[in-house]
């Protein structure tokens, strides 16, 4: 319910890594658009996506000294409906950029039926080459001397190449370049 808990989950855990569920999430977001305590939560939460190899601090407490956390990692798996989280995004959490933080999976509106029988999936060989060219990539040293050639050099050699073959993919790679330049 404040940063400074969300904070403390993180100093508490041995990693610095927490994976929170959480059930209604679109009724919490609501309230965060009228509680100032919870708008701080949304807004640390966010600081803590965009710092994750990074240190963040909640900052300062008067009852508390929290330590500051390198490299926070948080999960939030969240369900609710769509027409909750539609009348729970607001024009102020879209321009903080709250909402290019989320990966939304719909669910279909009927269940599907188990199936118990085994399937033979057959790849494509598109499928099987862009999997071979993503296993033969050497790890990467990047320089942030000179951020906007960087991200030019991988957005053009990695991101691209991928977007071709999954756009979605691509595009959610080419953001995290942007980032990090």
């Excluded at 919490?28 to 601090?57: C, F, H, T």
């Excluded at 989320?102 to 862009?130: C, L, T």
């Amino acid at each position: 319910s404040s940063k400074q808990g969300l904070h403390q989950i993180l100093q508490e855990t041995q990693n610095h890594s927490v994976y929170i569920q959480s059930d209604e999430f679109a009724e919490w977001l609501k309230s965060s658009n009228k509680d100032p305590s919870k708008a701080a939560v949304l807004e640390y939460l966010m600081q803590i996506y965009s710092k994750g190899l990074r240190m963040i601090n909640p900052g300062r407490a008067i009852t508390n000294n929290y330590t500051p956390i390198q490299n926070p990692r948080l999960s939030i798996f969240a369900t609710t409906t769509a027409e909750s989280i539609l009348t729970a995004i607001n024009k102020k959490s879209a321009e903080m950029g709250a909402y290019n933080r989320w990966v939304i999976f719909v669910a279909p509106q009927i269940i599907p039926i188990k199936n118990y029988e085994r399937k033979n999936y057959e790849p494509s060989k598109d499928i099987i080459q862009f999997i071979k060219w993503l296993v033969e990539l050497k790890p990467l040293s990047i320089s942030m001397q000179n951020a906007f050639e960087t991200f030019i050099s991988y957005d053009q050699k990695y991101a691209e190449p991928i977007k071709q073959k999954d756009a979605l993919l691509g595009a959610r790679l080419s953001e995290q370049a942007i980032k990090m330049a």
